[in-house]
């Protein structure tokens, strides 16, 4: 009677222990000998390649499309979002990008309807979640850029104010107008955040000629309000942030009157340290690694950016391969790979870090920038 006694006791104290290094393990951290052991994903792999189509502007109706590629099977869905959510993306879509486990798309919509908004969509399936509409009564907002900062979403709007969104109830929870008066409200274009600041490039080249700006806007993300303007070169379109605090902002400047240019700025300071000649179309960067896209209407090239010097050099492409017109570059960061958009042929190719071409695969018209659905494992690290 006692040996049964005593069997109960183990199989209740076996029980036990096993309820509690279940529980340790759901919770994704336990102490093992006082130290910390934390279950994470890792990533393993690229399982597919998103591309935002931004479509001819001229076209009637939605013209915009997300093309996916699946890097294991390699084919492509060049009208992905429409096979998977039952509907068009919209018109005139400006920018993707990823934020934990999902993707914000901006469609900044048609010139005479309200039909402004950003889709969010689960970055595994591609599927709506919500879209979160920028309209009034009979326009959109013309939302242009997202970028990301401690689950907030901040969106730049031609209309001359910022939106925040909070990325858990995808509700727009603030906003800041930066110039009122339709007369000169801001044209904001890109948007990047660094140092807790969000910088913000006012183009008003929209408005050309009636108006221009040189300016981008800094604001304090923490009261979110607006701290001061930095000049710059004539229309400000695109700004990109390095993890070392600077910035690099690419402008228009004034067709036949002003050539482009591109300047870095420190965030440190808010003032601008340094500036270049350069026709860019677009930047890339992603930690350490800078690649720009230059003089894509002439004679296109996609070339290295020195993040310490400013200054370009070696080019990305080495096999010889057809560089086209690369209208947008993303940067991997699980391999450092770089997607390149060429808007000419309508399709994307991916190079390796040693600049040869991996594959390449069909878009629809005016392939732009690219997120990344990944393949993950779980694995434990000792903290």
Request: proline share 2%; net charge positive; with cysteine.
């Amino acid at each position: 009677m006692k040996h049964k006694k005593m069997n109960t006791i183990n199989k209740l104290k076996r029980t036990a222990l096993g309820i509690s290094v279940l529980a340790a393990l759901l919770t994704g951290c336990k102490k093992d000998n006082e130290r910390e052991i934390l279950l994470t994903q890792e990533i393993t792999g690229t399982k597919g390649i998103y591309i935002l189509n931004e479509g001819t502007y001229s076209a009637t109706g939605a013209n915009s499309s997300i093309s996916y590629y699946d890097v294991a099977k390699k084919t492509v869905v060049k009208d992905y979002y429409n096979q998977v959510n039952g509907k068009a993306l919209g018109k005139n879509a400006n920018d993707l990008k990823q934020y934990g486990s999902k993707l914000y798309c901006v469609v900044t919509g048609p010139d005479d309807k309200a039909e402004s908004f950003v889709d969010v969509m689960d970055v595994n399936t591609g599927k709506t979640i919500k879209r979160i509409a920028f309209n009034g009564t009979t326009t959109g907002y013309y939302p242009r850029f997202i970028t990301f900062y401690k689950n907030k979403a901040y969106v730049s709007r031609y209309d001359g104010k910022i939106s925040r969104i909070d990325t858990t109830s995808l509700n727009i929870d603030a906003e800041l107008q930066l110039k009122n008066g339709a007369d000169n409200a801001e044209a904001l274009e890109g948007v990047a955040v660094a140092n807790g600041k969000l910088y913000v490039a006012g183009s008003n080249n929209f408005q050309y000629p009636k108006s221009l700006n040189d300016k981008v806007v800094v604001i304090d993300l923490n009261t979110f309000a607006k701290v001061k303007e930095i000049t710059v070169h004539y229309n400000p379109s695109k700004i990109v942030a390095t993890e070392k605090g600077d910035l690099y902002v690419t402008s228009l400047g004034i067709y036949q009157v002003l050539n482009p240019a591109m300047q870095k700025i420190s965030s440190a300071t808010d003032a601008v340290t340094q500036t270049e000649d350069y026709n860019l179309e677009t930047i890339a960067i992603q930690k350490d690694q800078a690649w720009v896209a230059k003089d894509i209407y002439g004679t296109p090239s996609i070339k290295l950016l020195n993040l310490t010097t400013g200054k370009l050099g070696a080019d990305l492409i080495t096999d010889g391969s057809s560089v086209d017109t690369p209208y947008g570059l993303t940067i991997n960061p699980f391999d450092n790979s770089v997607v390149v958009a060429k808007s000419d042929v309508s399709k994307a190719a991916v190079y390796g870090k040693e600049g040869k071409k991996l594959y390449e695969f069909e878009t629809n018209s005016f392939p732009k920038n690219a997120a990344f659905a990944y393949t993950y494992k779980y694995v434990y690290k000792s903290l």
